[in-house]
């Protein structure tokens, strides 16, 4: 298992346009977490998801926000109607949460996103 | 919901040791993480402080005070590419929220 992997690592999109994310979380991980970061800031939570349930929503998630792992493996989040605030690195990361210890995440290497 | 207070930026001399404090008040507790973080790449977990007390991992250390919603990350013999971003983390029920980091700039 090479990590956490997520597609594209650069978008440069128009603004109004539709973009789609994708993470590959560690394959034996249940968690999987949507972060947004921008420069300057930590990680902002977004969603997350246990297999393929999505469990919590940040308010920072607008309806043009749309997260789903259809298989409790890997996940998109799209984005609908870009704007340019929504230029930001997106990461994802997982974990395995069961019994006992907590453990922290592995984050991915983040798609940068620049909406022009 | 969180609050997660660490300073903004930090300069120290190679070879020193650095103390970055982060403060944080939370709804529940289930945890207190570092990251570093270099420009341009993910976060990378440094250490985890569940209990009261010093956990040690080599030149980094982290202790955390949970009465007082206190941790600092202690880094020793400092070294040019420990130049990073620090992020304290607090993970309560079912995810985990990130102060915003503290640059540290390690100068020769």
Not at chain 1, 21 to 41: A, V
Not at chain 2, 27 to 48: C, I, K, M, R, V
């Amino acid at each position: 298992d090479t990590g956490v992997s997520q597609d594209p690592r650069h978008k440069i999109t128009k603004r109004g346009q539709n973009v789609t994310f994708r993470c590959d979380p560690i394959s034996e991980h249940n968690r999987l977490y949507w972060y947004r970061q921008t420069l300057g800031q930590g990680p902002e939570f977004l969603t997350y998801f246990q297999n393929e349930a999505q469990l919590e929503k940040s308010r920072l998630l607008s309806d043009r926000f749309s997260a789903e792992r259809p298989k409790g493996s890997f996940s998109t989040l799209e984005i609908q109607r870009t704007e340019q605030g929504d230029s930001a690195m997106y990461l994802c990361a997982s974990s395995q949460d069961t019994e006992g210890p907590i453990y922290g995440y592995t984050f991915g290497s983040g798609t940068r996103l620049t909406v022009v | 919901g969180q609050n997660i207070d660490q300073p903004t930026e930090m300069t120290a001399t190679e070879g020193a040791i650095v103390q970055i404090n982060c403060t944080y008040q939370t709804s529940g507790f289930n945890g207190l993480f570092w990251y570093q973080q270099h420009a341009g790449e993910a976060p990378t977990f440094l250490s985890y402080n569940v209990l009261d007390g010093l956990e040690e991992k080599g030149r980094f250390s982290s202790f955390l005070s949970r009465s007082k919603g206190y941790s600092y990350l202690l880094l020793k013999e400092l070294q040019m590419k420990d130049s990073a971003s620090y992020l304290c983390a607090v993970r309560d029920t079912n995810d985990m929220r990130f102060g915003a980091g503290t640059r540290l700039t390690v100068k020769p």
